[in-house]
């Protein structure tokens, strides 16, 4: 498995920016996929976007053209700048890893997890 931490959450306002990194030691990160999900309080845990090995990208409907998922293996780090944002996007937003991308909407599939980040959006 690969070891994973978040950073970068925060408060702001509707219409700020915040960039989320979730940094990576362990196994070979550079051949793992890596999931961003989030979770509001009472709501179950969400898919947000995903970014396979070779940088394919996918992004849920809610957050498609504002959300941004790169990585950079050299610094073993997977960012998600998030732009616009929106009250509907307070949650714990963690990261995670998976070998199999055919399954990045499924948290099932992810074997390691960040501790998650808080973002705060206030209206």
């Known amino acids: 498995q690969v070891q994973l931490v978040e950073s970068g959450g925060g408060l702001v306002q509707a219409g700020d920016s915040l960039r989320l990194s979730c940094a990576a030691s362990g196994r070979i990160f550079s051949s793992y996929n890596v999931g961003w999900f989030r979770q509001a309080p009472g709501r179950d845990r969400e898919f947000v976007v995903a970014?396979?090995?070779?940088?394919?990208?996918d992004y849920a409907d809610s957050v498609k053209g504002r959300f941004t998922i790169s990585r950079d293996n050299s610094k073993r780090t997977v960012y998600l700048q998030m732009s616009s944002l929106k009250p509907e996007d307070t949650a714990v937003y963690f990261c995670a890893a998976t070998p199999n991308y055919n399954r990045r909407y499924s948290d099932g599939a992810y074997d390691s997890w960040g501790q998650g980040t808080q973002v705060t959006v206030s209206s």
């Open positions: 970014i396979s090995w070779s940088g394919n990208t």
